[in-house]
T-cell receptor
């Protein structure tokens, strides 16, 4: 079975500050891990994904995430927050045995000017 | 390539009615998944189709059904609508199952009165 836990349903950062959104997963098989962003009244947009290989994954808009197997984590970071980063962020896990995605409950990011 | 399209974008129905939502995947994508998104429950997996066959189904009542056509377009149907069915319904497509990245459409927002 697979599941995702996102710690912190709401995160606020100042513009220019570090963004850290936490994601922990459980999976009985090697996971595929994803971060998606959702802006109001829109669908989900892929930020980045980890399947195999390099554990530090770079995505769009300056975001990156590191897969840490020992900690079962896939935290999302961005060195400097921008006002346009305000959105809902979802972590998801899948596997190479099936296409069902398991999403976390989401983290709403607020950027304070 | 055009992205995932969903029609209609907005829908208002009354209790007891039925509704059909449509999803056209990215060209070449053969897997289509459906999700229900509500503020209280977050993103919940409804079902997934690949090559006109339902491969996975989430924990939803039988009032929720779907199908996929030979051109990979998919429809989902909800019969005997309830107030709690008000939600954003998201469709996602991928090249194939087994952990492939899912690309989301903008969603259909359903309001049941």
């Amino acid at each position: 079975a697979q599941s995702v836990t996102q710690l912190g349903s709401h995160v606020s950062v100042s513009e220019g500050a570090l963004v850290l959104l936490r994601c922990n997963y459980s999976s009985s098989v090697p996971p595929y891990l994803f971060w998606y962003v959702q802006y109001p009244n829109q669908g989900l947009q892929l930020l980045l994904k980890y399947t195999t290989g390099a554990t530090l994954v770079k995505g769009i808009n300056g975001f990156e995430a590191e897969f840490k197997k020992s900690e079962t984590s896939f935290h999302l970071t961005k060195p400097s927050a921008h006002m346009s980063d305000a959105a809902e962020y979802f972590c998801a896990v899948s596997s190479n045995t099936g296409n069902q995605f398991y999403f976390g409950t989401g983290t709403s990011l607020t950027v304070i000017p | 390539k055009a992205g995932v399209t969903q029609t209609p974008r907005y829908l208002i129905k009354t209790r007891g009615q039925q509704v059909t939502l449509s999803c056209s995947p990215i060209s070449g994508h053969r897997s289509v998944s459906w999700y229900q998104q509500t503020p209280g429950q977050g993103l919940q997996f409804l079902f997934e189709y690949f090559s006109e066959t339902q491969r996975n189904k989430g924990n939803f009542p039988g009032r929720f059904s779907g199908r996929q056509f030979s051109n990979s377009r998919s429809e989902m149907n909800v019969s005997t609508l309830e107030l709690g069915d008000s939600a954003l319904y998201l469709c996602a497509s991928s090249l194939a199952p087994q952990g492939e990245t899912q690309y989301f459409g903008p969603g259909t927002r359903l309001l049941v009165l």
